[in-house]
Every structure is written in C-alpha cells, then in structure tokens.
C-alpha cells in the first residue's frame, strides 16, 4: 500500500542517502515529498524548501543530523506523522522521547534497508 512519506534533508546529489532513498520509495510507489536546504529536483520530484504545510504524512524519514533537527521540532509535531523514521547518523534522544509522547511510532534503522527488505511497508 502507497504511504505518503516527507522526507527532511533531501539532497540532489546522487551519492547522498536522502537521493537514494526518494528513488527508491518512488519505485516502490510511495508518494515522496522532498524537503532540503535548496530547491532543485530529484527526477520529477521537486526539493522544497521552509516549512510547507501537509496532510496525512504517514511517514517522515530523516536525514539530517541532530543538531539540524532542533529549527524542525515544532513542524514534525505540527504534521504529527504515524512514525519516523531516524535513518543511521540522525539518533536524536530528545526528539525521540517527545514523539513518543505524543504517540508518535519510532523506527531507529536504515530507509533503505527496510524497503529491500520489506520491514518498511510492515512497520
């Protein structure tokens, strides 16, 4: 089942995770939209910028580290996804015991992976 999926730190560049992973989430028919520091594209999906507003997120994957994560505490919350997913190297022990507070599901593991392995449609 198609989930739609916010990913936070996407990247045009190709060795970059984030790029690998929007790829694959479109391959594996997920809608994707793509948040980053600069506005380009990846394929046809457009990186935005700022803080633009969405319904039904069900899954927020990061990929970018704690540090970068503070300016965007308010806005996961505001969009209250189903889950987030911390990809390797974005472990953030604050963020992660206020999601869970607030009911929020949090996966510590790799985007990638999961797709290639089927856990991401399961969790």
């Not at 969405?54 to 990061?62: G, Q």
């Amino acid at each position: 089942m198609p989930l739609k999926i916010l990913v936070i730190g996407a990247s045009s560049n190709p060795e970059r995770y984030s790029f690998k992973a929007i790829n694959l989430l479109k391959k594996y028919e997920h809608s994707v939209i793509a948040l980053g520091l600069r506005e380009d594209w990846i394929g046809d999906t457009k990186i935005l910028i700022g803080f633009p507003k969405f319904d039904d997120i069900d899954t927020i994957t990061l990929y970018i580290g704690s540090k970068n994560q503070v300016n965007f505490y308010n806005y996961i919350f505001e969009i209250n996804p189903r889950r987030i997913i911390f990809n390797p190297g974005t472990h953030n022990p604050y963020l992660i015991d206020k999601a869970k507070e607030k009911g929020i599901e949090i996966i510590e593991d790799c985007t990638l992976v999961m797709l290639n392995t089927g856990k991401f449609e399961m969790n």
